[in-house]
């Protein structure tokens, strides 16, 4: 066995026994752990929980006004020392501040989830580059060992004096060019690490072998029960809504102020002195316009909210549409390839090597057969890496974890 092959054979086996020590790293796996650590989630939580102590503080009463005045001296003077004024919001200034409130709560919810649905879809967009970039990188790693080959079988028909020594250093620039692409694919692997890595919320430099490969699950799908769940799970809706919820009791705030309220007030003139409690009542007679553009403002708002949540609507369903799309022709080009490309093109380079070795074909033959297969079956893994990450983004369009799949009917 020539030295480079024995060489090649032992770099192979270290990076087995590495991987094997390493923990693998499944689909499920990599959203979990980005679901508990990925920033951008810890900070949507934060603004959840920022939301929710906004909706107790709106659910309380406003603050009361205190007055500490010192005593004024003279004829006019007066002896007031301190006043409590205590708006009790009977007019429903409270009621609708907290719902306000309480739509803020929930667009922070529905803005986590988009952000959580947002992660999940990047953490499956590059675990899937990366099995991609592996698979790749291993079809580069065969094609440089069939490239060894054929020039052991070039220097053997050089010395039966069948070929020239010319080509044994074609073959020698051609087996270079196979390590060349074999490195190209490895720094892909490289590059798609730190993608996932990142993706996942950890450092790019975390060691990462992947447990789930490329292969093409039989899937039908339920193409109306798609639409069906985005309208009900996409949270964006929720999000719209919310919205609507918060202009809403915008208005409700802007007509509350145009209502009559009772404040309790509390009064010391000395620290021994007398004082009082009473009941005032504010009544907002006069307003100079600002509060009525406040409700226009606010009831213009509310309808073009309404007009936002049909839009987002429309944009839900064609993003349905389009990854319906994607995993359909993903999937067409991935059953053409599996069955009327690749097999071909494999047949085709094993009797063009046997015929090398032979002598009964030439060297050009065996690499333009060589190159075929490896574009083929490139072009076949990148299809297969673009129909899972079809189907995620699928998922991610549709708003669930698992895709429906239509029931078949039970023969009677």
Known sequence: MPIRQILFLLVVMLTV?????QETLTLEAALAYARVHHPALEVAQEDVAGALAGLRGAKALSNPEIVITPGVLGPAGSDEFISISQPLELNGARKARANAAAGALDAAQ????????????AVRTAYWDLAQAQAIAAADAENMQHAEALLV??????????????????????LTRTRQQWARSQAAVAQATIALNTAL????????????????????????????????????????????????????????ARRPDVTIQVRQEEWAGDGGVGLGISLPLVDWGSTKADRQRAEAAVRAQGKRGEETRLAIRQEVATALVAVHSAES??????????????????????G?????????EVLDARRTVRAVKTEYLATLGEYHKALAQLTWAVGVETLPIPEKEVPR
């Open 356 to 364: 090398f070795t032979e002598g009964a074909m030439t060297y050009l």
């Open 110 to 121: 529905a803005k986590r989830r988009i952000a959580e649905r947002a992660v999940l879809l």
């Open 333 to 354: 080009q991935l059953n053409t390839l599996r069955a009327q490309v690749l097999p071909p093109a494999e047949r085709l380079a094993a009797m063009a090597s046997l």
């Open 201 to 256: 919320g950890r450092d790019p430099s975390t060691p990462t072998i992947l447990e789930d490969t490329l292969t093409q699950p039989s899937t039908t799908l339920d193409e109306v029960a798609l639409y069906r769940l985005a309208e009900t799970h996409r949270p964006e809706l929720p999000l719209a809504q919310a919205g609507i919820t918060i202009v809403q009791a915008e208005v409700a705030v802007a007509r509350a």
């Open 17 to 21: 026994l590495s991987a094997c020590a």
């Open 153 to 174: 079988a070039a220097k053997k028909q050089v010395e039966l004096g069948n070929e020239p020594t010319a080509h044994v250093m074609k073959m020698e620039v051609e």
